[in-house]
């Protein structure tokens, strides 16, 4: 399983961003996938998940309301949509793809490479 994520870069606060992550090598007909994010000299940190199949999503409470994770089922892709960005959003952006409906990194299988956001204030 490969997952390649993509999109960061750095963007003004209050600003919009979307990240991709594009996965391969299996069928992800069900499984969970999900972002998190890691700060400098801070530990990674859950921000979404969502089903590949059904529409429940979940969100960590510091981006609930300002992030929105979607799917796209025949591309086998996963997006963040981020609104209304702050700095302290500034991170490195993972996706990962498990089994589990679970908020802990552990509970995932399999990491993209990670994706810079850094947001200016």
């Known amino acids: 399983v490969q997952l390649q994520a993509s999109g960061g870069g750095l963007v003004q606060a209050g600003g919009s961003m979307r990240l991709s992550c594009a996965a391969s090598?299996?069928?992800?007909?069900?499984?969970?996938m999900g972002w998190f994010r890691q700060a400098p000299g801070k530990e990674r940190e859950f921000v979404a998940r969502?089903?590949?199949?059904?529409?429940?999503?979940y969100y960590a409470d510091s981006v609930r309301g300002r992030f929105t994770i979607s799917r796209d089922n025949a591309k086998n892709t996963v997006y963040l949509q981020m609104s209304n960005l702050k700095p302290e959003d500034t991170a490195v952006y993972y996706c990962?793809?498990?089994?589990?409906?679970?908020?802990?990194?552990?509970?995932?299988?399999?990491w993209g490479q990670g994706t810079q956001v850094t947001v200016s204030s």
């Open positions: 090598g299996r069928t992800f007909s069900d499984g969970v």
């Open positions: 969502i089903r590949w199949s059904g529409s429940i999503t």
């Open positions: 990962a793809a498990g089994t589990v409906w679970s908020l802990y990194g552990t509970s995932y299988n399999y």
